[in-house]
């Protein structure tokens, strides 16, 4: 594996801590299924309910309402499939998770800051009486904007509606109150847990029938061998990470120091979403004129790994429709990175990425960068 010089890609997979590694190993040299009654089985059932217990007081939640998945993609999926509504509305800045899984649904807009527009919510919900899942995440991934979720629940449960919010971009980064959505997933490779691993939560009102047949697991309700190695390792990375809560706070100013540098170096770069309240580790930068994956590949040869906004498919870059539908050109939202920080990222590894940034901006970028 390519050694981490400067990481800044945590919003993709954080890294590992070491009480979730050491937590991990040791589950690799353990015998038996869960399910199985024998002695064997039972230790690795414990293991299995103590990770829920961990992940239920994380969240306030009661133990009965989590369902183990295999990460956040299978969680949205499980949701948006269990919940056996006919009417979908998806904001505009949804993970292709939920986006994809639902191609006909009605699109909830986001302002310029990346918001999502409650006003245009309640009109989607007005204009129709059909009850509807709505799904806002509760941080975008690419930006790190914050949704008003709280709000949101209101106006969708005085609709009849029901809430599906994708925390998986804000569980660990700020002490929110996600108690309100009625569908509530994460993943466990973005709180520092391993991969392989997330969770469904069903609030008190939340229908739900499971999609996929099979044994007993969860309760029915997700059948299959549960990931015990993964698992045990997400219920540690939550303890770490609420933990950790306030030192997650301080990678504010380091975002601070960095946006500010891009900003000395291009004044007029643009930064999408500064304006609104954000997760503190998460920036979206554009470099005019400066193809995404251009950067990408340029930050990653100077050992620097940043993720390009835009999806890839089948080689060809599909500008961001997150930026799109916060009012971006096409242009400015196919030359913008994400760079997002973590638990293990040093003021110096801000220092080596405006360096480069710099180098790149002055070898490959517009002059003069116009705003985006
Ligand atoms: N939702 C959001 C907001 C994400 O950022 C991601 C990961 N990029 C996912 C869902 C999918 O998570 P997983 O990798 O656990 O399937």
């Not at 918001?115 to 129709?128: N, S, T, Y």
Request: proline residues 5%.
């Amino acid at each position: 594996m390519a050694k981490r010089a400067i990481y800044l890609d945590y919003n993709a997979s954080a890294p590992m801590k070491p009480a979730v590694c050491e937590a991990v190993a040791e589950t690799l040299g353990w015998t038996g299924n869960p399910s199985s009654v024998h002695g064997f089985g039972r230790a690795i059932r414990g293991a299995l309910e103590n990770a829920r217990g961990q992940v239920a007081e994380f969240l306030s939640v009661q133990a009965e309402q989590i369902i183990f998945t295999s990460g956040a993609t299978e969680a949205n999926h499980l949701a948006l499939r269990g919940a056996g509504f006919a009417r979908h509305l998806v904001s505009a800045i949804e993970h292709d998770s939920i986006r994809k899984a639902v191609p006909g649904a009605e699109t909830v807009p986001v302002d310029g800051n990346g918001v999502v527009d409650l006003a245009a919510l309640e009109a989607l919900l007005q204009k129709d009486a059909t009850p509807a899942l709505v799904s806002i995440l509760s941080a975008n991934n690419e930006t790190g904007v914050l949704q008003p979720i709280k709000d949101a629940a209101k106006i969708v449960h005085a609709h009849g509606s029901r809430l599906l919010c994708d925390a998986v971009q804000s569980a660990g980064k700020l002490a929110l109150d996600l108690s309100d959505p009625d569908y509530l997933t994460l993943s466990s490779h973005k709180l520092a847990g391993p991969t392989g691993a997330g969770a469904l939560i069903l609030g008190p009102r939340a229908p739900f029938t499971a999609p996929v047949s099979g044994g007993g697991q969860e309760r029915g309700r997700r059948p299959g061998t549960e990931n015990v190695p993964g698992i045990v390792g997400f219920g540690v990375a939550v303890c770490e990470a609420a933990k950790d809560l306030s030192r997650f706070q301080k990678l504010q100013h380091l975002r601070e120091k960095l946006e500010m540098g891009v900003r000395a170096i291009a004044p007029l770069a643009k930064i999408f979403g500064m304006d609104a309240p954000r997760v503190p580790n998460t920036s979206s930068i554009c470099m005019p004129g400066v193809p995404s994956e251009t950067q990408v590949m340029a930050f990653d040869l100077a050992g620097i790994a940043v993720s390009a906004g835009a999806a890839c498919s089948s080689g060809k870059m599909d500008p961001s429709h997150v930026l799109l539908a916060m009012g971006a050109s096409s242009q400015a939202a196919s030359s913008t990175i994400r760079v997002s920080l973590g638990w293990e990222t040093k003021a110096g590894d801000i220092a080596g990425f405006l360096k480069e940034w710099e180098a790149i901006y002055h070898r490959l970028g517009k002059q003069g960068a116009t705003a985006a």
